[in-house]
């Protein structure tokens, strides 16, 4: 099986006001975004050209959304992912980082 080209684990997943999983990760592997539980079931996955990702103006925190299948997605970094020297805003780099591997494999992203 190829490698990943794109995997962020410790990812907050949320759909609506429901956390669906506190530390889940993100996976972009063969034109394919996958979002995954803790545990490494599926919560939801699509080809990449049918994701549509940005970075939503209410994110706090550094995190993106991610549409999938028609159903939007909050993803944001888990605590253990501070942004080197900037301590008030710790998920900064992991958006964008998150956001050019979506654009890079072929998706819809809107640069924050």
């Known amino acids: 099986m190829k490698e990943p080209e794109y995997t962020a684990t410790g990812v907050r997943i949320e759909h609506g ?3 669906v999983t506190r530390a ?3 996976q972009i592997r063969d034109g394919r975004l996958t979002l995954l539980t803790s545990y490494g079931r599926e ?3 699509a080809p990449v050209q049918q994701v549509r990702a940005g970075k939503p103006w209410f994110a706090v ?3 993106a959304s991610a549409t ?3 159903t ?3 993803l ?7 942004a ?3 301590p008030d805003r710790p998920g900064r780099p992991w958006a964008r980082k998150f956001l050019d591997a979506v654009r890079t494999a072929g998706g819809q992203a809107t640069q924050p």
């Open 43 to 45: 919560i939801d996955s």
């Open 61 to 63: 925190r550094g995190g």
């Open 17 to 19: 006001l429901r956390s």
């Open 76 to 82: 944001s970094p888990g605590e253990s992912d501070p």
């Open 24 to 26: 889940g990760q993100v």
């Open 72 to 74: 939007r997605y909050h």
């Open 84 to 86: 080197p020297g900037k």
């Open 68 to 70: 999938v299948n028609g």
